[in-house]
């Protein structure tokens, strides 16, 4: 079935720091993957989107590309914040059905020290 | 325009009891989906609703059953609640199904089992 991987955190950074966050997936045929973030008592944030292989989704730092010869979608970030501290989340939908279920990785929690 | 609504917060029940939780979607929206959040088994998918119709379920047991209204506005039902109902359920509502569309997260409510 279709499934998704995500390194365990939490992750650790000081404010300024590379970010990366693993995610692979399994899945038949071409899934659209997403990256979402939840912050303390709040709900999920789509963050970025990839519908399709080598897209690059970003939005305000962080990218991600969909990789199919390597079933990923890392998130990156070049220099991260103390407000990036949150709960990071890999997701896809699967191919070709009209659905809204998202299957979602474990979640990893960044923790940015100033 | 106001987002993804859902009440209660924070819900207190007994073992045995039952809930109901609301969510309202964000206007012209009529793709409702649930999701379970927990420490253990992350999140999960449980419906999805469109149109009124249950388009997508979980593997969840059948104490969880939902429904939508005719203005798109979704309840979840928890019958004969068990210690570990416990749980963040969310929300999201996009315009339609499929994966171009944005899913939009309510805050959630915070159910606890006692």
């Known amino acids: 079935g279709n499934s998704v991987t995500q390194m365990e955190g939490p992750v650790t950074l000081s404010e300024e720091a590379f970010l990366t966050i693993n995610c692979t997936y399994t899945?038949?045929?071409?899934?659209?993957l997403f990256w979402y973030v939840q912050y303390p008592g709040e709900g999920l944030q789509l963050l970025l989107k990839?519908?399709?292989?080598?897209d690059k989704g970003s939005n305000k730092g962080f990218e991600a590309t969909y990789r199919k010869e390597t079933t990923s979608f890392h998130l990156e970030k070049g220099s991260v914040q103390v407000s990036d501290s949150a709960v990071y989340f890999c997701?896809?939908?699967?191919?070709?059905?009209?659905?809204?279920?998202?299957?979602f990785g474990t979640g990893t929690l960044l923790a940015v020290q100033p | 325009k106001a987002g993804v609504t859902q009440t209660p917060r924070y819900l207190i029940k007994t073992r045995g009891q039952q809930v109901t939780l609301s969510c309202s979607p964000i206007?012209?929206?009529?793709?409702v989906s649930w999701y379970q959040q927990t420490p253990g088994q992350g999140l999960q998918f449980l419906f999805e609703?469109?149109?009124?119709?249950?388009?997508n379920k979980g593997n969840f047991p059948g104490r969880f059953s939902g429904r939508q209204f005719s203005n798109s506005r979704s309840e979840m039902n928890v019958s004969t609640l068990e210690l570990g109902d416990s749980a963040l359920y969310l929300c999201?509502?996009?315009?339609?199904?499929?994966?171009?569309?944005?899913?939009?997260f309510g805050p959630g409510t915070r159910l606890t089992v006692t």
């Open positions: 999201a509502s996009s315009l339609t199904r499929g994966e171009t569309y944005e899913q939009y």
């Open positions: 899945a038949t045929g071409y899934p659209s």
């Open positions: 990839a519908t399709k292989a080598d």
């Open positions: 997701a896809l939908i699967r191919e070709g059905g009209a659905t809204n279920k998202l299957i």
């Open positions: 206007s012209g929206h009529r793709s």
């Open positions: 609703y469109f149109s009124e119709t249950q388009r």
